[in-house]
Every structure is written in C-alpha cells, then in structure tokens.
C-alpha cells in the first residue's frame, strides 16, 4: 500500500491531495446519506412488523433476501453503468453518458417482466425453507407484492448511473432520502390504518415499497432531461438501444450483477436455514442483520464512490490516482466500521430498543440473543469494509470476471457450509454465525490480494476513440 501512494504523488497531505479525502468525500457523503436513507427505510419497516409479531417481521426480512437475491443480477448490471458513465467522464466523451444510461433504462424494462412472473412460483419456493404454515402464508404474500417493486427499484438505479457516474452524487442524495421519507409514512398509515386508511399489515409494508421504488424512478427518468442535460450528454439523443454499447454493458455487467446474484445467493440460504433452527433463532438473526445495516449500507455507499472514482480516475488514465482514492476509502470505512463495531460490543441497547417497543413479549427474548449475535456482527465488520472496498475498485476498472470467479467459488462454500452446519453438524446458532464470520474474512483477503496485484490498471470498459481536445476535461476533475 506505501508504494502506491507514494507513487501516486508528492503532496503528502491526507486530505487536500487528488484522490485524497476531500476528493473521495465530496463523492462519498451523498452516497452514504442515500445508503442510510434505505437503511432507516428497512429498519423502521421491520421494526414496524415487529410491533406486529416477530413472525411477520421474519417473514418480511425472509422473503425480501428472496426477492433481492433473484433481483441482483439485473441490478447488478443498471448500477454497472456507473462505471461506464464514469470512465467516459474522465475520458471527456460526454456525448456517450446519456446513451450509457438510456442503455442500463432498456436493461431495466427487459428484465422487470421476468420479476413480475417470478411471484407465482413463491408457494413452491417458501414451501422448501419450512419455516412453518404461518411463516410460510406471510412470505408468499410480501414476496408476491414486492416482486411489482422491481421495475421502480431497476429503472432509478439505472437512471442515477447519470448523476453517480460524474460524481454529482448530491442528487441522489436529495432523490434517494425522498423515496425513503415517501417509503416510511406510507409504512405507517398502511401498516397500522392511520388517516382512514384500513390495516393492512405486511402487505401495506410492501405496498410502500412498490409506490416509493416507482416514484423514485419517474424522478430518475425526468431529471436528465432538463435542457443542460440534453445539450451536454446526449440525454434525449440517447434514447434508443445502441447494440455495440449494449453489448459492452452486457459484457462486463453481467460478471458484476452475477457476482451480485451469488454473493446473496450464498447469504439468502444462510437466512432460511438458520430459520429452521427456530422461531426465536431466525428472529434474533433477524434483528441482527436489520441492525447490521446500519453498519453495512453507508460503507455500500462508500465503495460505490470509490468505484466511481476509480473508473473515473482511469478514464483519465491516472491509474495511481485510482489506487490512492481507494485507500483513502478504506481508510474513512475502517474508522466507521471500528466505531460501529464498539457499539455493537458495548451499547446494543441503542439498537434493539426500537424492535422492544410495543411489541409482543418473545421479543425479549430475540432481542437477548440478538445481542450476542451483534459480536459476531463486531468481529467481521472491519473485513466486512475491506471485502466491499476492493471488490468496488477492480469493478470501477473492469475486473468483473475475477470477481465473478471468486464469487461463484465464495457463494458456493457459504451455501453447502451453511447446510452442513446445520443439518448435518447441528452447531446451532452459534455456530453457523462463526461460519458467516469466517467467510467474510476469506473475502476479505481475496479480493484485496487481487487489488495488490494490479492487473486492473490497465483495464477499461470504454473503447479507445480520439477524443477531442475541447472535450477533455483538465486533469484530477471530477465534475
């Protein structure tokens, strides 16, 4: 790591230097705050089912990890735009990053039916997890419900690669916290049967979140097209389906939004066998990973800046620039991670609190084992940052088969362990939480073993056309 920023300049000042902390946070803030919008918007939604019954509460975190699994390849593939947009940023081709978002919108619209026709087969599915009649009944509803929430969620992912990938990430910002307020009130007038609205339980907690997806897509779809926009980047010239680029986006996308598909593959059957172990097991589980969240989310947000500015970066060809933005990332996401860990460690009360009240009285219980299992959540939350920070940087470059390797090898060990552990071995709670432990530290060291090898300083997703010298934006810019 010293070679690399020594390399990377002379200016030893951490925070003024390019690619230092002023650069990478200017991008990062927005990002983080757009990250902990959606994490207050599921902690509060779960945390509203809990009031509920703990059952309904698992059953939604359940059947979400379901639908977020079958969700992640073609998410994987609109977010990977951000990475086109931001290499032709850097490389001063403006005209090709309205054409690179209109491409992930048409990813977007095709692979939405396939979602929608996916809710029919949730009785067979949740059928095999056995988590019990009642369990079962609710995750067939929310899973049915939610599957209409992916062509809002694919669409403004797609349309925020537009503002993501040139660094203008304070409109996400702005657009994201919205959709989450939006999300929120809706979670209560339809969960409880507020302002005469009837109760609808578990299925008004999905119905917010198939109405705020889709008004946050209509704001992403509206908001390029303002007249600088159109001028500048192609945004409306751009609307139609350029196969070469398609095809690129294709190319490297799909690795991404495979590693995506199995990364969470591998967690969502860690989730529904633990659900086997017990009620009070899977709703422990539960609430430790809805509180987790809070910890993981901004460092997703975090990882997606370093990914923009590493495609952006190297779009430039300032690939030193790019390793030194990367460290300086994993720096700010330690310091969060280590603080976020000490709570865990010693205030979980600051977090389990919110799931007490109101609730029925096996919460208590949950919530008791729940703090225990937050340890675990301490133990692997540094490895945790360093996993999401380096695997977003060989992406920003264009890395996206190695990624896809290692996932799929990764994914593969998380899911039979996890069968072994459980209905083989018997370990019990304890013991398959040691397991998700163990393998976000292998992660960990894979993917910064790859980063340290450099092989992605001379990738690029973006085809090498003369650029014109007007075009060229001076060297370090960002915006």
């Not at 230097?17 to 983080?32: D, F, M, N, Q």
């Not at 599957?147 to 409109?171: K, M, N, Q």
């Not at 999401?388 to 362990?417: P, Y």
Request: aromatic share 14%; net charge neutral.
């Amino acid at each position: 790591m010293d070679s690399d920023l020594a390399s990377a300049g002379s200016d030893d000042r951490w925070w003024a230097r390019p690619a230092g902390g002023r650069e990478v946070l200017r991008v990062a803030a927005p990002l983080i705050v757009s990250s902990l919008s959606w994490t207050v918007m599921t902690f509060i939604d779960r945390m509203m089912l809990n009031w509920v019954s703990g059952t309904v509460m698992s059953a939604a975190f359940s059947s979400s990890v379901v639908w977020f699994a079958m969700i992640c390849l073609p998410m994987g593939l609109c977010m990977y735009a951000n990475t086109f947009v931001a290499q032709y940023h850097g490389a001063g081709q403006h005209a090709r990053i309205g054409l690179s978002m209109w491409q992930a919108v048409w990813i977007a619209i095709g692979f939405s039916p396939l979602v929608i026709a996916a809710a029919p087969l949730a009785p067979a599915f949740f059928s095999l997890a056995k988590h019990g009649p009642a369990a079962y009944a609710l995750e067939v509803q929310y899973f049915q419900i939610i599957c209409w929430a992916a062509p809002g969620l694919l669409i403004s992912l797609a349309g925020a690669s537009f503002y993501g990938g040139r660094g203008e990430t304070w409109v996400m910002m702005w657009v994201d916290a919205s959709a989450a307020v939006l999300n929120v009130v809706l979670d209560y007038l339809w969960i409880f049967g507020y302002a005469g609205f009837p109760a609808w339980g578990l299925a008004g907690a999905a119905w917010a979140t198939v109405v705020s997806f889709s008004a946050k897509a209509v704001v992403y779809l509206l908001l390029p097209m303002q007249r600088k926009h159109r001028a500048k980047y192609g945004t409306l010239s751009g609307l139609r389906i350029d196969w070469e680029l398609l095809r690129r986006m294709l190319y490297y996308g799909g690795p991404a939004g495979l590693q995506m598909l199995l990364d969470v593959t591998g967690f969502t059957v860690f989730i529904l066998l633990v659900g086997r172990l017990g009620a009070l097991e899977r709703d422990a589980t539960t609430m430790a990973f809805s509180i987790s969240s809070v910890a993981f989310m901004p460092i997703w947000g975090l990882s997606n800046a370093v990914s923009i500015l590493v495609g952006q970066h190297l779009g430039e060809d300032r690939d030193k620039l790019a390793a030194r933005c990367t460290y300086t990332g994993l720096k700010m996401a330690w310091v969060y991670m280590g603080a976020m860990s000490l709570l865990y460690l010693f205030a979980p009360g600051l977090f389990l609190h919110g799931f007490a009240a109101g609730s029925v009285v096996e919460a208590a219980a949950a919530a008791a084992l729940a703090v225990t299992l937050l340890k675990f959540v301490a133990a692997y939350n540094l490895l945790d940052a360093t996993f999401m920070v380096f695997v977003s940087a060989i992406k920003g470059a264009g890395d996206t088969v190695f990624v896809l390797r290692v996932s799929l090898v990764l994914a593969a060990l998380l899911a039979s362990l996890s069968w072994l552990s459980i209905e083989v071995w018997k370990l019990g709670v304890y013991g398959c939480w040691a397991l998700i432990t163990a393998w976000v530290w292998i992660a960990a060291v894979a993917f910064f073993l790859r980063f340290r090898q450099g092989k992605w300083r001379a990738m690029r997703v973006i085809e090498p056309h003369v650029i014109d010298e007007d075009e060229v934006l001076p060297a370090g810019a960002i915006n």
